[in-house]
């Protein structure tokens, strides 16, 4: 009795666990492609500015930043409400991650690729929309899937302010059964996080075989 | 069909024009003012031992590398490398001019028939049809019409270097330039690049060509330049450049390359 009652606490908070590292995920594949850019600007003030930000983003704890997102923003009667900051906190850090994930990929790409575009006339952007980025992309999604593997378990930390996510309920039902049964829960939401990886791990090893087969 | 468009009759022959061309990365002189004209139609060798300068010398021509000082008159367009050179600048110098490289450098995410067909699109703005047509065409003439469809990467050496070749004439570039085309390939296999090579040159091509082939160079070039130590040491008909050497160092050269 206790292990369904468990389970269904920790289930409840299944929704918001996904929606933390899907929507965290997406701000920060979008976010990180002009940061990664500006990593690797010729002009040494905007290089410098996204170094900045990628490794303050990086320095400081997450959960840091979730304090600082859900007490510190105050814009008149504007404040990010708990699920909000979570979702802007963990996609800031993703942006910050993956930026340097992504800037690695494209430096990866060897160097005769883009002088056989160069040589061809190919614009400065086809070089990179059409020729370096979609190696570049070859190159990080197995970085890219590791990533989000980990970004999963960070959602835990939204808990801390009070973002009814798995951990969150599994707390919850805990304090209210003090016995050997308020460590179920936590057994549970473990087991979650390791099933919900695992397509993860398995889609990111097919794509990566497909896409190898593809160029090798 | 010719690899050339319109081939021998109304083909556009235009040449090059190198000025006193000079480069030096930090304290290292890579060219010191060398010139070298070459006309257009012929085919012109580059030889010499490696770190002479060669493939910097010809990757100025369609600036992959940017000279300190020195004009490059190419077709109509002229350059002055000290001066700035704007992007439609380069864009149309680069369209007169392709290139071949040592290590091939297809896009290994795209099909050989992709290859070929989407440089065209985007430099010259065909349709996805007529692209197509030229880029089978000219597959069909290095002789490789399966391998359309195929990956670059489950082609061979030679197949590859051959696409290459082909993904560059799809733009019609009134001159070539290969650096090293077949240093890359076993022998066997470079005799395929080697062969649409001097087809090309049959046909016209403005060509320009670094190589270690010996017999490529007295046999399909028109002139042969032999660089050594950041110069130009001896230019001038192949044959009589290699059976009788005006320079000691170009004899050193020849022995050590013809005794292989």
């Not at chain 1, 430096?107 to 070089?127: F, H, I, N």
């Not at chain 2, 556009?12 to 060219?31: C, F, N, P, Q």
Request: hydrophobic share 50%; net charge neutral; glycine share 8%.
């Amino acid at each position: 009795m206790d292990l369904v009652n468990a389970a269904l606490a920790v289930v409840k908070g299944l929704p918001l666990t996904l929606l933390l590292a899907v929507s965290a995920l997406a701000i920060g594949a979008v976010g990180a492609l002009p940061v990664s850019l500006g990593l690797q600007s010729r002009h040494i003030v905007v290089r410098l500015l996204c170094r900045l930000c990628v490794d303050l983003v990086r320095g400081i704890p997450i959960i840091v930043w979730l304090f600082v997102l859900k007490f510190g923003v105050v814009v008149g009667t504007f404040k990010l409400d708990a699920l909000q900051s979570a979702i802007v906190g963990l996609g800031l850090v993703s942006i910050a991650y993956l930026a340097e994930i992504y800037r690695g990929g494209i430096q990866a790409v060897p160097r005769g690729q883009t002088e056989a575009a160069e040589a061809l006339g190919l614009s400065s952007r086809t070089r990179l929309v059409h020729v370096v980025l979609p190696q570049a992309f070859t190159i990080v999604s197995p970085s890219i899937a590791t990533y989000f593997v980990g970004l999963l378990k960070d959602t835990s930390i939204a808990s801390t302010i009070v973002v009814a996510e798995m951990v969150f309920q599994a707390q919850s039902f805990a304090r209210q059964n003090p016995t050997l049964a308020g460590l179920l829960p936590y057994v549970i939401a473990g087991g979650l996080y390791i099933v919900l990886s695992l397509p993860v791990a398995f889609a990111s090893r097919r794509l990566d075989a497909r896409l190898r087969r593809a160029v090798v | 069909m010719a690899l050339i468009e319109g081939s021998a009759l109304n083909a556009e022959r235009v040449g090059i024009d190198l000025e006193h061309l000079s480069k030096r990365y930090g304290d290292t002189v890579v060219l010191d003012d060398v010139s070298l004209h070459v006309e257009p139609g012929t085919v012109t060798a580059l030889i010499g031992p490696s770190g002479a300068g060669k493939s910097t010398f010809l990757r100025c021509i369609n600036l992959l590398e940017r000279p300190d000082s020195g004009v490059i008159r190419v077709d109509r367009h002229v350059i002055e490398p000290g001066k700035l050179v704007t992007s439609r600048d380069l864009a149309a110098l680069r369209r007169s001019v392709g290139m071949v490289f040592q290590s091939f450098n297809l896009f290994p995410h795209l099909s050989v028939l992709e290859n070929i067909v989407f440089p065209q699109r985007k430099v010259l703005g065909r349709s996805r049809e007529e692209a197509q047509d030229r880029a089978h065409a000219l597959l069909s003439r290095v002789g490789l019409a399966d391998k359309a469809n195929e990956h670059p990467g489950r082609c061979s050496g030679g197949q590859q270097q051959r696409i290459a070749i082909a993904r560059a004439l799809a733009l019609e570039p009134s001159i070539m330039l290969f650096d090293e085309p077949t240093s890359a390939l076993d022998p066997e296999v470079g005799l395929e690049v080697l062969a649409v090579m001097r087809e090309l040159a049959d046909e016209g091509m403005t060509m320009l060509v670094v190589t270690h082939e010996m017999n490529f160079a007295r046999d399909v070039s028109d002139t042969l330049v032999v660089m050594a130590d950041s110069h130009i040491i001896e230019q001038g008909d192949p044959r009589a450049i290699m059976s009788d050497p005006q320079v000691e160092r170009t004899r050193r050269f020849l022995r050590a390359v013809l005794e292989r």
